[in-house]
């Protein structure tokens, strides 16, 4: 459902001059909670998620994606952003990141570290002195730490 829902969402964004930056969706006991985070060039604002909020909301009862009462929030990325595709690795290169891999490698999990580098299949952090590679298939979450 989520990957639909980005597939439906992203391309509106687009056209309105936002940035999806995630997209959280939940369902339980027949309600459903969808958290969209934007982000713009000049910052988003209280009328920035306003106006995705409507956008969105008549985008969904359009195409009618979630099958049961949901709720819609709209907000900031925040400080801590969720990095979600190679461009988004990109702009924060030099930055402090926290990247969660979806199995471990060598035991390990979690890495903490500076974005050093962003290559067609992954990323570089300096981890405690050290390089790791980073492939976008083995990365589950990552965000600004």
Same mark, same amino acid.
């Given at each position: 459902?989520? /990957? ?5 969402? #992203?391309?509106?964004? &687009?056209?309105? =001059? ?5 997209? #959280? !969706? @939940?369902?339980?006991? =027949? ?11 000049? &910052? $988003? =604002? $209280? ?7 409507? /956008? ?41 990141? !926290?990247? /969660?891999?979806? #199995? ?12 050093? @580098? ?7 952090? /300096?981890?405690? &002195?050290?390089?790791?590679?980073? =492939? ?10």
């Amino acid at each position: 459902m989520r /990957e639909r829902l980005i597939g439906l969402i #992203e391309p509106v964004l &687009g056209k309105l =001059g936002y940035e999806l930056v995630e997209l #959280e !969706y @939940g369902a339980a006991h =027949g309600r459903a909670q969808l958290r969209i985070f934007i982000d713009a060039l000049a &910052g $988003v =604002g $209280v009328e920035d998620c306003a106006r995705v909020s409507r /956008e969105t909301s008549t985008l969904l009862e359009a195409t009618d994606p979630i099958p049961v009462a949901y709720t819609l929030e709209v907000s900031s990325p925040g400080f801590d952003r969720v990095l979600r595709t190679p461009a988004h690795f990109a702009r924060f290169v030099d930055s402090r990141v !926290y990247v /969660e891999l979806k #199995e471990p490698r060598a035991g390990r999990r979690r890495y903490t570290g500076t974005l050093t @580098g962003v290559a067609a299949a992954g990323v570089a952090l /300096e981890v405690d &002195g050290e390089q790791v590679a980073l =492939g976008f298939d083995e990365i589950g979450k990552a965000r600004l730490a």
